[in-house]
């Protein structure tokens, strides 16, 4: 209990901390439909809290204000209804100061229901899971106030300035792995999402996994070789957004007279030859791929490859929320197997073999999103450490570019 009371009232401060270099302007604006304004995220995670915790745990439950229900009810359509997800920019009211009064609100409540032991099992579950979906948002908060703040033509800092490098990626190496009749999924008692089990045996063929990210240095070199005007590199979806957006970099990255410059939370700075390239959606990953006569990993493959792995690396404790340079990898392990980019799998995101969604309203966290999205694993230089593991699933759309997304590459064993 005393645990669980911490480490609840630790993730809710670091959201609290996250937007403390914002201002009310900041934290109300919305840069796309795929966003949404920070005081939404910092209202959305309590809303979860006094929506499924202390709406169980006190009777009668007074809500702290009517219309929050709808207002920062994101798609739990079994608790009602939802105001749209692409005007949540125009909610200038509530003001921050009063969303903060909420968070302090729902905060004592949820404090008094632990110390009291008015929290059974399963709502210390539930507790639990507003615990890692409040680390989410939190990941969120950065992907969004980042992509925000691009759009400001200043090309505002959110962060002091990064130091650089100009050094190069190690070397690429190959870690081999036999396949055969291997296990994946979420086993044992501590927390996992739903869609992380149950474990379950897959058989894989005997692959390679590629010793670091691909690194800006390798990703410039497809740029020069005219990867994004080569429609044979490109699964068709991505060849078609290639031509309508015009795609021709990363997100964030721009051609200047010095360079390629790109926009980080620090501000703008040259992209690094050594960083692992970032913010690059499937279609770009798997066209890289291609022309580096490689693949993607299959979601198995790359669970496999890091099971029993420390989950360590240039994650959002780190304060950088930036890639750092790549690594080589030693041993029988690839490096930065964590944080740094979420690296893309060929695997669409689906249920794996006996899947059981929670029971109730939490049962719409994460099944009825398992299509049309692809699998990402490893976590980012924006993702909390205490919140992965080998078998965390993340899922985003193909063309989806503003998280921070990159690539590992694969191949079979030869």
């Not at 078609?240 to 964030?252: D, I, M, N, S, T």
């Not at 490689?294 to 490859?305: G, I, K, N, T, Y």
């Amino acid at each position: 209990m005393a645990d669980l009371l911490e480490r609840y009232g630790g993730v809710r401060r670091r959201s609290v901390d996250l937007a403390a270099p914002l201002s009310a302007e900041d934290c109300s604006a919305q840069s796309m439909p795929d966003a949404s304004p920070v005081k939404w995220h910092l209202a959305h995670t309590t809303w979860f809290f006094e929506t499924f915790v202390l709406a169980r745990v006190e009777q009668p439950h007074a809500p702290f204000h009517p219309r929050f229900l709808y207002l920062f009810n994101s798609y739990y359509e079994s608790v009602g209804a939802q105001y749209p997800r692409d005007r949540r920019g125009l909610l200038t009211r509530p003001s921050l100061d009063e969303v903060r009064r909420y968070r302090e609100h729902v905060d004592a409540g949820v404090t008094r229901a632990l110390e009291r032991g008015d929290a059974d099992e399963q709502v210390m579950s539930v507790i639990e899971l507003g615990i890692h979906h409040e680390q989410q948002h939190q990941e969120l908060i950065a992907t969004d106030v980042k992509h925000l703040l691009w759009c400001n033509p200043l090309r505002p800092a959110y962060r002091a300035p990064l130091g650089t490098s100009g050094r190069v990626a190690p070397p690429l190496s190959w870690h081999a792995y036999p396949g055969g009749l291997l296990e994946i999924g979420h086993a044992g008692d501590g927390f996992a999402f739903d869609n992380e089990r149950p474990r379950h045996r897959v058989f894989l063929e005997g692959w390679e996994l590629a010793s670091r990210p691909v690194s800006c240095g390798e990703y410039l070199e497809f740029i020069d070789d005219a990867g994004y005007a080569r429609p044979e590199l490109w699964l068709s979806g991505g060849w078609a957004r290639v031509r309508e957006e015009g795609w021709q970099a990363p997100l964030y990255w721009e051609r200047g007279e010095d360079g390629w410059q790109q926009f980080s939370l620090a501000g703008m700075r040259a992209v690094e030859p050594g960083e692992p390239v970032c913010h690059v959606s499937l279609y770009e990953a798997d066209a890289f791929a291609r022309w580096a006569g490689a693949r993607l990993p299959v979601e198995a493959e790359w669970e496999s490859s890091a099971a029993g792995a420390a989950v360590e690396g240039n994650l959002a404790e780190s304060g950088r929320l930036h890639p750092e340079l790549a690594g080589s990898g030693s041993g029988a392990r690839p490096a930065q197997l964590f944080g740094d980019v979420w690296e893309w799998t060929a695997s669409a995101y689906g249920p794996y073999p006996g899947f059981r969604p929670l029971e109730g309203g939490l049962g719409e966290y994460n099944g009825k999103f398992m299509s049309s999205q692809n699998v990402l694993r490893g976590g980012s230089c924006a993702t909390p450490g205490s919140h992965l593991r080998p078998g965390y699933r993340n899922f985003f759309y193909p063309p989806d570019r503003w998280q921070f997304s990159g690539v590992r590459l694969a191949r079979d064993l030869r």
